[in-house]
């Protein structure tokens, strides 16, 4: 993940501030593997043991573009061919004998495997791999093109609306969709398959959405910014909403985990093993879909019992889910509980609980409890 730029102005600004999200000269030679890319079982009790490769992202392209440097273009964005190949390069490395491939990725990487799974899929069949399962993995890179809280011109990355930012960005990067997609808008609106909810019912592979309900990058382009002053009710009505929203894109999603959280990315971080839905961990989902995927294979019998793989969570604001990451005030580093970020948001307890028919005391009990 990293963002996007979509303009030579906004991507030298982007080459000045952020080159390692333009360019790999300055990577470090070596990373830690963290969350999902961990090798320690305590931390990644499933795919500790699995043969994992990380890419780094520096195309700013969301993974689609290419287009060389030349004349016209002072950069290059090639982010489907990277990671074309990556893949041809992995074959010889051991990825021919393999039997599942798991493409997953945060952020603009999470879009960037729904833009590449079923690419990734024709290329090793078209190269005679038939037998690689391939699968995605999407996390926090399933964006809603809805209104904006407040609108503004497309000045730069954070403040654009996507859709802006997409429509100007392929014609950019020279950016490439999935056939399937493109063949369900008219020419020139192919930034629609930028949007989970639109290119997903088009993907042939399965796919495994992570998304929390109230996710920070969509606040921010739709210019919600929670910076200490209290939120305002029109603000915190549209919060809700955009949760309503991002849940409703996701009821038929087969394999999915959605907690009522304000957050952004997930898969990587050290705690991603701590979050829950509906008692279920994400870890423990992703099992539980990789296992359904293996039965299914065989005989496609129902999904499996007690193993549940569709977690949404049907509570209302942003952390009425208790397992979700802590929160810190952006100002003083300090952390706050459910309530005292409620409070922190403007969030009026005694209008609430009468909006529910709850007395107060029994309402910051509720939220306390998360229920």
């Not at 039997?99 to 990487?109: F, I, M, Q, T």
């Not at 949007?195 to 309900?213: D, H």
Request: net charge neutral.
């Amino acid at each position: 993940g990293g963002w996007y730029c979509f303009n030579r102005e906004n991507c030298d600004t982007r080459y000045d501030t952020m080159r390692r999200l333009m360019s790999s000269r300055e990577w470090p030679a070596t990373r830690v593997g963290t969350g999902i890319l961990s090798s320690q079982p305590e931390e990644n009790p499933h795919w500790w043991n699995a043969n994992m490769v990380f890419i780094p992202y520096c195309s700013s392209d969301v993974w689609s573009g290419a287009s060389s440097k030349s004349e016209k273009n002072e950069y290059a964005f090639m982010g489907a061919l990277i990671i074309q190949e990556v893949i041809k390069e992995l074959l010889e490395k051991g990825l021919s004998t393999a039997k599942v491939l798991l493409l997953a990725g945060s952020s603009a990487g999470g879009t960037g495997v729904l833009l590449n799974v079923d690419r990734v899929a024709e290329q090793l069949e078209e190269m005679g791999y038939q037998g690689i399962q391939v699968r995605g993995l999407a996390d926090s890179g399933w964006f809603l093109d809805n209104k904006q809280y407040r609108r503004t011109d497309c000045i730069d990355t954070i403040t654009c609306a996507p859709t802006e930012a997409i429509r100007r960005g392929i014609r950019y990067w020279n950016g490439i969709v999935p056939e399937r997609c493109k063949l369900q808008f008219k020419e020139g609106e192919e930034w629609n398959c930028f949007f989970g909810y639109k290119i997903y019912p088009t993907l042939r592979c399965p796919v495994f959405v992570v998304q929390w309900l109230f996710d920070e990058a969509q606040l921010t382009v739709d210019n919600v910014h929670l910076t200490g002053q209290p939120v305002q009710e029109g603000q915190w009505l549209y919060i809700q909403n955009l949760g309503r929203e991002l849940r409703n894109t996701l009821k038929d999603v087969t394999a999915s985990f959605a907690p009522a959280c304000l957050s952004h990315e997930i898969i990587t971080r050290n705690h991603w093993t701590d979050i829950q839905v509906k008692g279920t961990s994400l870890p423990r989902a992703l099992h539980c879909w990789d296992r359904s995927l293996h039965e299914s294979n065989k005989n496609g019998k129902a999904p499996l019992k007690g193993c549940p793989i569709h977690l949404i969570d049907s509570c209302p604001w942003p952390h009425c889910n208790p397992s979700c990451p802590t929160i810190r005030d952006q100002f003083t580093g300090q952390e706050m509980n459910v309530i005292q970020f409620l409070m922190h948001m403007g969030f009026d307890v005694q209008k609430m609980a009468q909006q529910q028919g709850l007395e107060p005391s029994k309402l910051l009990g509720m939220l306390s409890s998360g229920n």
